[in-house]
């Protein structure tokens, strides 16, 4: 069956990195577009990247400049290198999978992995 699991999260100082994994099974990785988002309870899910399967990259005004998206085809997984970590990234991190898409849009995502925290603290 499809599935996604993320991996990398965890506790960082402000100022910081993180690189996240989303890794795929069960599906045609490569014709999929990858989103990853963001949610801190309380607030809706934001998408913070989406690289899709044509290998476009798009991102949060929140984040640009920042993180980077990336994907590997042959090892069926996503990534998300996120630098310079502030307070404000503290969130658990999800990526998301939608087939053949120009926009990783939340509403539509076809698969989703269970998450990964992500807290930025001193």
């Known amino acids: 069956h499809a599935q996604l699991v993320e991996s990398g999260g965890g506790l960082v100082q402000p100022g910081g990195s993180l690189r996240l994994a989303c890794t795929a099974s069960?599906?045609?990785?490569?014709?999929?577009?990858i989103g990853w988002f963001r949610q801190v309870p309380g607030k809706r899910r934001e998408e913070v990247a989406c690289i899709t399967y044509e290998t476009t990259s798009y991102y949060a005004a929140s984040v640009k400049g920042r993180y980077t998206i990336s994907r590997d085809n042959a090892k069926s997984t996503a990534y998300l290198q996120m630098n310079s970590l502030g307070p404000e990234d503290t969130a658990v991190y999800y990526c998301g999978a939608i087939i053949k898409a120009r926009a990783c849009v939340d509403t539509s995502i076809d698969y989703w992995g269970k998450g990964t925290p992500g807290t930025v603290s001193s």
């Open positions: 069960g599906f045609g990785f490569a014709e999929y577009s």
